[in-house]
């Protein structure tokens, strides 16, 4: 199969992410290895999405990765070419076809109507973000949910 | 903040899913509700991106919600009217200004070169797949890593 017929479609930016990574040099590439807490504003045109979200909600955050190469299919992960070379969709590599970054979180507090504190968030400053939906927990939703 | 200057991104379908799952009136709206097992075909101009996946390896699969509204901020989650109206971005809800479903799945076999299968998807028969990463368990990479 192709996928040509099914064409194309536009994601547009509903917030962006205000963080202390500068630039793609400070910005660990696992969760694990450090992230730091950051902010994400959300355009006032979406607030309304935001409704019932409170800080301890454990959220996913879909990011729209600028900087990324799209013409990346293969990749020594993490850099080190000790490792195999892996196609991308085996990777959290951010070169690929379509450079969404997938981020779980959980909110800490409200910065102002639509301004949310996250805890850890591996994204540099300026990251447009596309999306926010609850986490699930092994399989099922939040204790919280709905 | 506004989001206006960032203009919008192109997202182009890498794949298909092929599943049992016909209309929206079939699917679940949660995994553990009961997603059937489903196949992933891969458009061939990306196959080399799916180098090194094998059978056992758990995948996040994103993909593009085609028949959702856009238009929606704030909806009764699973439909249940007596659930206070949310916020999209605190729900599941295919219904949302980027409608992207984030999906974890088990690869059980490859189908042929650049077709998986994969043990439970609650996507519908004709799904755009946007994206293919490996899934993170608690935090950290999956032990086969990287």
Redesign the interface.
């Known amino acids: 199969?192709?996928?040509g017929d099914?064409?194309?479609?536009?994601?547009?930016?509903?917030?962006?992410v205000r963080s202390t990574l500068r630039s793609l040099a400070d910005a660990p590439n696992?969760?694990?290895q450090g992230a730091p807490a950051a902010v994400i504003?959300?355009?006032?045109?979406?607030a309304?999405?935001?409704?019932?979200?409170e800080a301890g909600?454990e959220?996913?955050v879909?990011t729209?990765l600028?900087l990324a190469d799209r013409d990346v299919?293969?990749t020594h992960?993490?850099g080190?070419t000790t490792?195999?070379?892996?196609?991308?969709?085996?990777?959290?590599s951010p070169d690929?076809?379509?450079p969404?970054g997938?981020h779980?979180v959980t909110v800490t507090a409200f910065e102002g109507p639509a301004s949310l504190r996250v805890d850890a968030l591996e994204a540099i400053d300026g990251t447009?973000v596309?999306?926010?939906?609850?986490a699930?927990r092994r399989?099922?939703?939040a204790p919280s949910?709905?």
Chains 1, 2 share one sequence.
């Open positions: 199969m192709t996928t099914q064409g194309s479609f536009e994601v547009r930016p509903i917030g962006v696992q969760v694990h504003d959300i355009d006032p045109a979406y309304g999405a935001l409704r019932r979200i909600d959220l996913i879909l729209w600028h299919l293969e992960p993490t080190d490792i195999p070379l892996t196609g991308v969709f085996r990777t959290r690929r076809p379509n969404i997938v779980r447009p596309i999306d926010l939906k609850v699930m399989g099922r939703p949910d709905p």
